[in-house]
C-alpha cells in the first residue's frame, strides 16, 4: 500500500520569505509524485510533476521541488512568497503504469498563510 | 474549452433527501473520478470509470451511487443523505498518457451540508 505524509497542516510565513512544504511518503512499488494547489473555493491544480529523469522539477508560479528516493520526499519550496500563493497544498502520488485504476493518494494537506 | 464543470456549486440537503451532484467534462477524456474532501483528512476516491457504461468503487462509496451513459457526464447519487456526508465534492477527468501517467485535471467543487 501507499502513503502520503504531510507533516505540516499549516505553514505560516512572511511575505518574500521562502518556503519549505514538507512531502513523505510510503511505497514498495515506483510511483509518480505531484504537488496540487487549492485556491479558497478553488479547485486543485497541478503545481508540478515529477515523472522520472531529474529530482529537480519546477513548477508553475516559481515553486519547485526535489525528489529525494533515499528519503522518500518530495518537498516544495519557493524562494519567495507572495501574498497570492495563500492557498492549501497536496502532495500526491500514483503508482507507475497503474492506468486508470491506479487512483491518486493524498496527503492531508498543508495551509501556507502569507502574512504582509 | 470549460475543462470540468460541477453542479451545483453549494447544497444544504436534510438527512434522508436524495440528490445527484453533476460533473461535465468537455476534453473527451476517458477516465472520470469523483472525490470528497473533508477537513484535515486530504481527498479520499468515492468512485471511478474507465469510459462510458463502466464504473468501480474507490476507496469511500457507501453511500453513493454513479452512472456513466456518456464520455462527458458522470453524476454522482446520494440516495439517502446522511450528516456523515457533509463534505465538498470533487470530479476530475484525465485521459491515458505515456509511462501510464494520467494526469487528473478537477472541477471546482461542490460543498454540500447535510442538516
Known amino acids: 500500500a501507499q502513503s502520503v505524509t504531510q507533516l505540516d497542516s499549516q505553514v505560516p510565513v512572511f511575505e518574500e520569505a521562502p518556503v519549505e512544504l514538507r512531502c513523505n511518503y510510503s511505497?514498495?512499488?515506483?510511483?509518480?509524485l505531484f504537488w496540487y494547489v487549492q485556491y479558497p473555493n478553488q479547485g486543485l491544480q497541478l503545481l508540478l510533476k515529477y515523472l522520472s529523469g531529474s529530482t529537480l522539477v519546477k513548477g508553475i508560479n516559481g515553486f519547485e521541488a526535489e525528489f529525494n528516493k533515499s528519503q522518500t520526499s518530495f518537498h516544495l519550496r519557493k524562494p519567495s512568497v507572495h501574498i497570492s500563493d495563500t492557498a492549501e497544498y497536496f502532495c500526491?502520488?500514483?503508482?507507475?503504469?497503474?492506468?486508470?485504476?491506479?487512483?491518486?493518494?493524498f496527503g492531508t494537506g498543508t495551509l501556507l498563510a502569507v502574512q504582509p | 474549452n470549460a475543462g470540468v464543470t460541477q453542479t451545483p456549486k453549494f447544497r444544504i440537503l436534510k438527512i434522508g433527501q436524495s440528490m445527484t451532484l453533476q460533473c461535465t467534462q468537455d476534453m473527451n477524456h476517458n477516465y472520470m473520478y469523483w472525490y470528497r474532501q473533508d477537513p484535515g483528512m486530504g481527498l479520499k476516491l468515492i468512485y471511478y470509470s474507465v469510459g462510458a457504461g463502466i464504473t468501480d468503487k474507490g476507496e469511500v462509496p457507501n453511500g453513493y451511487n454513479v452512472s456513466r451513459s456518456t464520455t462527458e457526464d458522470f453524476p454522482l447519487r446520494l440516495e439517502l443523505a446522511a450528516p456523515s456526508q457533509t463534505s465538498v465534492y470533487f470530479c476530475a477527468s484525465s485521459h491515458p498518457g505515456l509511462m501510464g501517467y494520467n494526469e487528473q485535471f478537477f472541477g471546482p467543487g461542490t460543498r454540500l451540508t447535510v442538516l
Open positions: 511505497s514498495s512499488v515506483s510511483v509518480y
Open positions: 500526491a502520488l500514483t503508482r507507475v503504469y497503474g492506468g486508470a485504476t491506479n487512483k491518486l493518494i
